[in-house]
């Protein structure tokens, strides 16, 4: 029998669609479901387990009590062994990281972990290089390169590498950003250690790039090209990253980095605007949706801008998507295709295929999206 490990972070990307940038923190936490904000780790945990059906039979799962692994493993029908269990109640990074030791006891053969930054930094606490592991992407912010594309790609990755059809491992980065001075704007990555993962870099995220000066001048040239097309009384709705905030620099409006904000004819309509403020918004306007790619990573939707929800593609429509990105951004990516990880199979799969990005101005390529 294959020991495998499993650990969730219930309460991982919960501050997303709300716009509070992250749910570290308890009083952060209370304030996201104050806002109606709904656990949805335990949704990406059973779609990475799901890939391993055709060993379920061969495999155990070891894992932690209810909502911290238990639950999404049993529902799924595998074999389990709860080897940790929680205090009633809120789950805690102490959690995690004593159950990680318990794995340690097991030799188990990988450890999955569904969460993000804050998650993976508790991982590395309890595991270090000990284990090999492989994160499922549920969090807010996800800069790590220590998590799959998506929560599929996840478990088709650790379903090769149990079967041996991946060899070996590699050492990568475990970093993370201060939350509270992210909500101001502001991004101070550190770097904590190192995980050992799969070595399948196809299958994994790329660690978050920033922005490099020389890349000003081109962004300058989107934002005016965007502004001088803007269509009277239409809404745009701007998502986060510089490249996009170069929209509103140019109009000299006020801009939240991280955030989504709102304007009409030229004006502020709301500033870091939550899932609902937009969708409130679009039901009753005919809106356009500015967004960008993460450097480095390549994601145009799923990370850092949650707040632009499945529901809010829907109410908007792709031929509403405006995308803008530097030629230097997509050229960092090595070309490859954008990713899109909405939480919602039909909306990735309404978006998969080629869109129009802006470059420059009146500059436009053709580019792939995959889900």
Not at 51 to 57: A, I, R, V, W
Not at 258 to 274: E, F, P, S, T, Y
Request: overall charge positive.
């Amino acid at each position: 029998m294959i020991e495998i490990g499993l650990i969730v972070n219930p309460i991982a990307g919960m501050g997303g669609s709300v716009g509070l940038k992250g749910t570290d923190g308890e009083d952060v936490l209370n304030k996201a479901i104050s806002l109606g904000s709904k656990p949805k780790a335990n949704i990406k945990a059973k779609r990475a387990l799901e890939e391993l059906f055709s060993l379920k039979k061969e495999i155990k799962i070891l894992t932690c009590s209810e909502d911290m692994g238990e639950n999404e493993a049993r529902e799924l029908g595998y074999n389990v062994e709860v080897i940790f269990n929680k205090n009633k109640g809120k789950t805690s990074s102490e959690d995690t990281i004593s159950a990680c030791k318990l794995m340690i006891d097991r030799n188990i053969k990988i450890l999955l972990f569904v969460g993000g930054d804050g998650t993976a930094r508790d991982i590395y606490k309890g595991v270090g290089d000990s284990l090999v592991t492989i994160g499922i992407p549920a969090g807010v912010k996800i800069h790590s390169p220590v998590y799959a594309i998506n929560p599929k790609i996840g478990g088709e990755t650790t379903l090769k590498y149990i079967k041996g059809n991946i060899k070996g491992f590699s050492k990568k980065e475990v970093v993370d950003i201060d939350e509270a001075e992210y909500r101001l704007g502001k991004v101070n990555t550190k770097l904590y250690g190192y995980l050992n993962v799969p070595n399948e870099k196809r299958s994994m995220q790329n660690k978050k790039a920033p922005t490099p000066l020389s890349e000003e001048a081109s962004q300058r040239a989107i934002g005016l090209y965007i502004t001088d097309y803007m269509k009277e009384d239409v809404v745009y709705i701007i998502g986060p990253g510089t490249t996009t905030r170069a929209v509103l620099d140019t109009l000299n409006l006020e801009s939240t980095l991280l955030g989504v904000d709102i304007i009409k004819n030229k004006r502020i309509l709301r500033l870091d605007a939550n899932e609902n403020d937009i969708l409130q918004i679009a039901k009753d306007n005919n809106c356009k949706l500015v967004i960008t790619p993460t450097g480095g990573q390549g994601y145009l939707l799923g990370r850092g801008n949650q707040q632009i929800s499945a529901n809010v593609i829907r109410e908007v429509g792709r031929d509403n998507i405006i995308v803008v990105s530097t030629l230097y951004k997509l050229q960092s990516l090595k070309f490859q295709p954008l990713y899109v990880d909405t939480f919602s199979e039909e909306v990735d799969n309404l978006l998969n295929g080629y869109m129009k990005i802006v470059v420059g101005y009146k500059d436009e390529i053709v580019y792939p999206v995959r889900k």
